[in-house]
């Protein structure tokens, strides 16, 4: 069997922690050859979390091809599509992996394909909850998925918004999705000795709830500071915890603003984004992560944050949260709707009803069966199935 796997960008770690864990599985067999095409290296978008020169990175190792070593924005339609299509002619796949329908020089290579009895499995990470659906769009990406012979989601929500165009249960070939869960453990550990001098260093409490990701509009971060402000009015611990903004984006100085107004500036830190591998040194001065969006095809902050032993609030609008939360064993799931859900959930951690490190332990004991490993053996069985 011979699997070719076509992704977007190198810099996407997450998804090389389950390359080189699928790379292990299949050099076990001598009937199966893998590559990988990445296609640029990095999206200007990202440029600035890229992992560069560090030696303190994770690298990873499995067969793969840079195609454009340049970011994505700076290819055109027609140099992705001739790279594409000589690169998978030469290798000649049984089975193709794409990343998505929404890139055309991919779509060409789905009919390609299909016109020559090559299987085709589509990674899907949209869900109903992501954006608007309808119209001619809708009746595109139907004729998209019935031209596919399986399908490689991002949790239980990306599987149920195919079902809608038709896709039997049989060709879900994958729900998950996983980080390196390893890797970010071990910095997480090795952060934690300090824990309290840095945070002294950077003015923080002695515990802290904490956000991860891009300062964007559809995070919902004004919620979040929000309940964040009643959930002090309301807690007799309020002068025991803070909260943590990690990241960069064009929401930072409305976010200022709102924390001025709110009074929180000695309660509130907004601190620069870093690289995924260095995010563990920021969970180690936290006790629990919120991601409050209000659309998020799955949120992989999620399986950082659990991996390194933290419990989660999360809304229910981010794909993970049906597959990852357990409401009052390892965190909860919040409409966000209805903030006052929220503002209890602060509380509950603010006051000890719920119990932070308990439920820390129950994540990260779940999150085990989200690891790179597990999600690449799921990958190979979904290759194998679809071949046969």
């Known amino acids: 069997?011979?699997?070719?796997?076509?992704?977007?960008?190198?810099?996407?770690?997450?998804?090389?922690?389950?390359?080189?864990?699928?790379?292990?599985?299949?050099?076990?067999?001598?009937?199966?050859?893998?590559?990988?095409?990445?296609?640029?290296?990095?999206?200007?978008?990202?440029?600035?979390?890229?992992?560069?020169a560090d030696e303190t990175a994770p690298t990873y190792t499995y067969n793969y091809e840079l195609l454009f070593d340049r970011y994505w924005e700076e290819i055109s339609l027609r140099e992705r599509t001739r790279a594409l299509f000589?690169?998978?002619?030469?290798?000649?796949?049984?089975?193709?992996?794409?990343?998505?329908?929404?890139?055309?020089?991919?779509?060409?290579?789905?009919?390609?394909?299909?016109?020559?009895?090559?299987?085709?499995?589509?990674?899907?990470?949209?869900?109903e909850a992501d954006q608007q659906r309808g119209g001619l769009k809708e009746q595109v990406k139907q004729w998209i998925f019935?031209?596919?012979?399986?399908?490689?989601?991002?949790?239980?929500?990306?599987?149920?918004?195919?079902?809608q165009f038709g896709v039997s249960p049989g060709q879900i070939l994958l729900r998950k999705n996983a980080v390196d869960n390893k890797a970010l453990l071990t910095a997480y550990k090795k952060a934690l000795p300090d824990r309290s001098t840095e945070q002294q260093r950077l003015g923080l409490r002695p515990n802290n709830f904490i956000f991860v990701g891009r300062l964007a509009e559809t995070k919902n971060l004004p919620l979040l500071l929000n309940c964040f402000a009643e959930a002090r009015k309301q807690s007799a611990n309020e002068q025991e915890w803070g909260l943590i903004l990690l990241g960069d984006g064009i929401e930072r100085e409305r976010l200022t603003e709102i924390i001025h107004t709110l009074n929180l500036t000695e309660q509130v830190k907004l601190l620069p984004g870093r690289p995924w591998y260095l995010i563990p040194g920021a969970l180690a001065l936290s006790n629990v992560l919120i991601l409050p969006s209000r659309s998020e095809p799955w949120g992989l902050v999620v399986n950082e944050a659990m991996a390194c032993g933290l419990p989660v609030i999360v809304s229910d609008r981010c794909g993970c949260a049906a597959d990852l939360v357990q409401d009052d064993r390892?965190?909860?799931?919040?409409?966000?709707?209805?903030?006052?859900e929220l503002t209890v959930h602060l509380i509950q951690f603010m006051d000890g009803s719920a119990p932070a490190k308990q439920?820390?332990?129950?994540?990260?004991?779940?999150?085990?069966?989200?690891?790179?490993?597990?999600?690449?053996?799921?990958?190979?069985?979904?290759?194998?199935?679809?071949v046969k």
């Open 359 to 386: 439920m820390g332990e129950a994540a990260q004991q779940f999150i085990t069966q989200y690891s790179p490993e597990a999600v690449a053996q799921e990958m190979l069985d979904g290759f194998i199935k679809i």
């Open 86 to 127: 000589q690169q998978t002619a030469a290798f000649k796949p049984d089975v193709i992996n794409l990343t998505g329908y929404y890139d055309p020089a991919q779509l060409m290579l789905l009919v390609w394909a299909k016109a020559r009895g090559i299987r085709v499995i589509m990674q899907n990470e949209s869900t």
């Open 146 to 163: 019935n031209r596919c012979d399986g399908f490689f989601c991002f949790g239980s929500q990306a599987a149920d918004y195919l079902f």
């Open 1 to 52: 069997m011979r699997i070719l796997i076509v992704h977007n960008l190198l810099w996407a770690h997450y998804k090389s922690s389950v390359f080189q864990a699928l790379q292990h599985l299949v050099d076990q067999r001598s009937d199966t050859v893998m590559k990988v095409l990445q296609i640029a290296r990095n999206e200007q978008s990202r440029a600035a979390l890229a992992t560069g």
């Open 330 to 340: 390892n965190g909860f799931v919040f409409d966000p709707d209805v903030p006052d």
